[in-house]
């Protein structure tokens, strides 16, 4: 939770914090942790019917969709106060499916919008370093791997994810220790970065 909770007390002036106006769009696993902090309109959206089923089997009281062609959102330009992606870099390994979904994440931003992203950063520790050097020759970038499954993930440099947000003003950042699912301790980078006005 504290990773979220570093954006949560960043957001400033931002409308999606008062409790009748703004819209927040999240993936589904926070959903419910941006309307506890005073989100009024939060939108979850997700690339798995049936973990969006689950989500809004949890969360009744938000809206939840299915996204038919990611990045795509089916939402105007300027639809939304804040955005939040946490570790879904990490599942988009090619740098232009990545800079696909950022772009497309400006568009629904309205100006002065926020962007807040926490996502892992390349690993020290010797399991992932092999997994680096096995499979950088395959995918073309170092920290693109393959695990177990079969399922591809991307651990980043810092000044890629840095660089992902240069159409943005990063207003905070800091560097922390997350839980994988499978209980390993992981280096990540939380950005907070702000749209320019217009």
């Known amino acids: 939770m504290a990773a979220v909770e570093f954006g949560f007390d960043q957001w400033g002036d931002v409308d999606a914090v008062d409790d009748d106006a703004g819209q927040v769009a999240v993936d589904g696993r926070v959903a419910g942790l941006a309307r ?84 892992l950063v390349l690993q020290s520790d010797e399991r992932s370093l092999a997994r680096y050097r096995r499979d950088a020759g395959v995918y073309g970038t ?12 991307r651990h980043h440099r810092a000044e890629w994810l840095r660089g992902l947000l240069e159409d943005f003003s990063v207003v905070a950042s800091r560097a922390l220790v997350v839980e994988s699912m499978n209980g390993h301790p992981l280096e990540a980078l939380q950005l907070l970065a702000r749209l320019p006005d217009v």
């Not at 005073?38 to 969709?65: C, M």
């Not at 170092?142 to 993930?153: A, N």
């Open 36 to 119: 506890a902090h005073g989100f009024a309109d939060v939108v979850g959206v997700g690339t798995s019917p049936g973990l969006v089923e689950r989500a809004r089997r949890d969360l009744p009281d938000v809206t939840f969709r299915v996204l038919a062609e990611p990045p795509l959102l089916p939402w105007a330009d300027a639809s939304f106060d804040a955005v939040l992606l946490l570790a879904v870099l990490t599942c988009v390994p090619s740098d232009a499916g990545q800079r696909r979904l950022v772009g497309e994440l400006a568009r629904v931003l309205r100006p002065g919008g926020v962007l807040y992203v926490s996502d």
């Open 142 to 153: 170092y920290g693109v791997f393959e695990v177990g499954d079969g399922v591809v993930c």
